[in-house]
């Protein structure tokens, strides 16, 4: 079945370093791709999406391109700040419009430090 | 500008007790989910709607039962509640059609002892 593999966390960047969290799938034709997060004690917010190989998503200073060849969608900042602490969840669509249903990664957990 | 709105935020339940999580939502979405997240293995789906009056089991649905009475609503059940249960309970909509992101309430805490 589909599946999706996050890098385990925690992740500890100073501010205003590069950030690269990593994101691999495994999937039967070609679901859409998303990065999701979460801040401490909220639910999950949608953070950016591509639906196709070679898109690119970007929100907020974050991007992620889907890669066909490799199954990725690494998310990448150039810059991070104290206040993009929080959990980052890769995620695919499942079964597409069907359904919507969205098959999770386990999480990241980003702590910037001043 | 409610969103999705989760009751109760918090729970403390004894082993057997029944409860029920209600999941309302203001943005005419016709498909709803339950998942639990617990420590390590994301978010995992309980059950989903795609619609009014219809339901299916997730990748997790033992001991959990659900109803979507009204469209808005969506509503988890724990009959027999069980502390393999005790988790974070996250209701989500979206919209149908393809790659609509999905939208969150803010999430059930739930402890059994």
């Known amino acids: 079945g589909n599946s999706v593999t996050q890098m385990e966390g925690p992740v500890t960047l100073s501010e205003e370093a590069f950030l690269t969290i990593n994101c691999t799938y495994t999937a039967t034709g070609y679901p859409s791709l998303f990065w999701y997060v979460q801040y401490p004690g909220e639910g999950l917010q949608l953070l950016l999406k591509a639906t196709k190989a070679d898109d690119k998503g970007s929100n907020k200073g974050f991007e992620a391109t889907y890669r066909k060849e490799t199954t990725s969608f690494h998310l990448e900042k150039g810059s991070v700040q104290v206040s993009d602490s929080a959990v980052y969840f890769c995620?695919?669509?499942?079964?597409?419009?069907?359904?919507?249903?969205?098959?999770f990664g386990t999480g990241t957990l980003l702590a910037v430090q001043p | 500008n409610a969103g999705v709105t989760q009751t109760p935020k918090f729970r403390v339940l004894k082993t057997g007790q029944s409860m029920t999580l209600l999941c309302a939502q203001d943005?005419?979405?016709?498909?709803m989910y339950w998942y639990r997240q617990d420590p390590g293995m994301g978010l995992r789906l309980i059950h989903y709607s795609v619609g009014e009056g219809t339901t299916a089991k997730g990748e997790v649905p033992d001991g959990y039962n659900v109803s979507r009475l009204k469209k808005q609503n969506f509503l988890l059940g724990l009959e027999s509640a069980a502390p393999s249960q005790t988790s974070v309970y996250f209701c989500?909509?979206?919209?149908?059609?393809?790659?609509?992101?999905?939208?969150f309430g803010d999430g059930t805490r739930l402890s059994i002892l």
């Open positions: 995620a695919l669509s499942d079964q597409g419009g069907a359904t919507n249903k969205l098959i």
């Open positions: 943005m005419n979405h016709e498909y």
């Open positions: 989500a909509s979206t919209r149908q059609g393809s790659n609509q992101p999905q939208h």
